[in-house]
């Protein structure tokens, strides 16, 4: 069954930069979309960023043209990377899988990632902090 583990969280500076890690094991990670949400203090949690099974990818508005998703499959791993932080980052970030079949695979690159719903997601990782403060 697969499991996902988030890295490289921390604190970091307004314009500073950060890249995330999500680690998979016990299946294969290639054929899942993964996405990147994130939960700020009072805040529903919403997600940035989705890199479907084929490589295509979206970002929400609030983080296009600063974060950047990748993906290793060899190395079981999806990352974040996250420049010109700004406080308004400050989250709990998750990466979150969806599987071969789901519909996620679609929606992943032709819907708002925003609108994309948690409950499409069958896998999440335990999240890490990201805090941007001077």
């Not at 420049?83 to 970030?93: C, F, G, I, K, S």
């Not at 079949?101 to 069958?122: G, N």
Request: hydrophobic share 35%; proline share 4%.
């Amino acid at each position: 069954q697969l499991q996902l583990v988030e890295s490289g969280g921390g604190l970091v500076q307004p314009g500073g930069s950060l890249r995330l890690s999500c680690g998979a094991s016990g299946s294969t990670l290639g054929r899942n979309a993964i996405a990147w949400f994130r939960q700020a203090p009072g805040r529903e949690r919403e997600a940035v960023s989705c890199m479907n099974s084929g490589g295509g990818f979206n970002y929400a508005d609030s983080v296009k043209g600063r974060f950047t998703i990748s993906r290793d499959d060899a190395l079981m791993t999806v990352y974040l990377q996250m420049n010109n932080l700004t406080p308004e980052d400050t989250a709990v970030y998750y990466c979150a899988a969806a599987g071969p079949h789901s519909h996620v695979q679609a929606s992943c690159v032709i819907s708002p990632v925003i609108s994309l719903p948690e409950r499409d997601f069958a896998t999440w990782g335990q999240g890490t902090q990201v805090t941007v403060s001077s």
